[in-house]
């Protein structure tokens, strides 16, 4: 029922509806260019009818869903809804490629309500952050223009940056609801992730903002 080419232009290099049904083990790419989810060896999420716009994935702690891009990224969006459970023990990653060479995207340690993320960081402070309630469903996005990085929640409502290094990031495979690296196991998200999209270009914040009125009002 998509026309891809139509609905997503090209510096989309990953769409995922993650509307793929129970039991599914691939999470087609929308964006046309192939980027099919794997769990890799990892479990697998659980399929949740009441996502944000249609079905979703529930992860509880142990899931990761692979993409297969390894681009080393200058500029870039990743944009992801979801649905915090509120438990807050720790570090949670929404999407990741790495942290000291790539970008790291989730919960601000065990801080509630608190999300952000940081590119190719080396030393303290980390990360840049936004406040978002938990137990209810948020966009967030994270963004790199050259040496500044943005995090946006609510469609652009609240936004923090700060300054990064503008050098490309590694090669690391970007994943979903954990660590890109594949041999880390702690720091995977516990909710429901409905939406994720990545960029090869910083979005504007108009697009966020209609993204986000589009989505949230229409669901």
Same mark, same amino acid.
């Given at each position: 029922?998509?026309?891809?080419?139509? %609905?997503?232009? !090209?510096?989309?290099? &990953? /769409?995922?509806?993650?509307?793929?049904?129970? $039991?599914?083990?691939?999470? @087609?790419?929308?964006?046309?260019?192939?980027?099919?989810?794997?769990?890799?060896?990892?479990?697998?999420?659980?399929?949740?009818?009441?996502?944000?716009?249609?079905?979703?994935?529930?992860?509880?702690?142990?899931?990761?869903?692979?993409?297969?891009?390894?681009?080393?990224?200058?500029?870039?969006?990743?944009?992801?809804?979801?649905?915090?459970?509120?438990?807050?023990?720790?570090?949670?990653?929404?999407?990741?490629?790495?942290?000291?060479?790539?970008?790291?995207?989730?919960?601000?340690?065990? %801080?509630?309500? !608190?999300?952000?993320? &940081? /590119?190719?960081?080396?030393?303290?402070?980390? $990360?840049?952050?936004?406040? @978002?309630?938990?137990?209810?469903?948020?966009?967030?996005?994270?963004?790199?223009?050259?040496?500044?990085?943005?995090?946006?929640?609510?469609?652009?409502?609240?936004?923090?940056?700060?300054?990064?290094?503008?050098?490309?990031?590694?090669?690391?495979?970007?994943?979903?609801?954990?660590?890109?690296?594949?041999?880390?196991?702690?720091?995977?998200?516990?909710?429901?992730?409905?939406?994720?999209?990545?960029?090869?270009?910083?979005?504007?914040?108009?697009?966020?903002?209609?993204?986000?009125?589009?989505?949230?009002? !229409?669901?």
């Amino acid at each position: 029922q998509q026309n891809r080419d139509s %609905t997503w232009d !090209s510096s989309y290099v &990953g /769409v995922w509806h993650l509307n793929d049904g129970n $039991g599914a083990t691939t999470f @087609l790419d929308s964006s046309g260019n192939g980027n099919n989810g794997s769990t890799g060896g990892a479990a697998t999420p659980t399929w949740n009818t009441s996502g944000k716009i249609g079905g979703a994935y529930t992860f509880d702690g142990n899931d990761r869903i692979r993409t297969g891009i390894t681009t080393a990224f200058t500029d870039f969006s990743v944009e992801v809804w979801f649905y915090d459970d509120g438990d807050n023990k720790q570090y949670e990653r929404l999407a990741d490629k790495s942290f000291t060479g790539g970008f790291w995207f989730g919960r601000n340690s065990n %801080t509630a309500n !608190s999300w952000g993320g &940081g /590119v190719k960081e080396t030393s303290s402070p980390y $990360g840049v952050f936004v406040t @978002l309630r938990d137990k209810q469903w948020q966009q967030a996005l994270s963004v790199r223009s050259g040496t500044t990085h943005y995090i946006y929640g609510a469609g652009g409502a609240v936004i923090s940056s700060n300054t990064v290094s503008g050098t490309a990031c590694d090669s690391t495979e970007f994943a979903i609801g954990a660590w890109g690296n594949s041999g880390s196991t702690d720091q995977r998200f516990t909710g429901t992730i409905d939406e994720v999209r990545i960029s090869n270009i910083a979005r504007s914040s108009g697009l966020i903002k209609t993204t986000y009125n589009t989505i949230n009002f !229409s669901s």
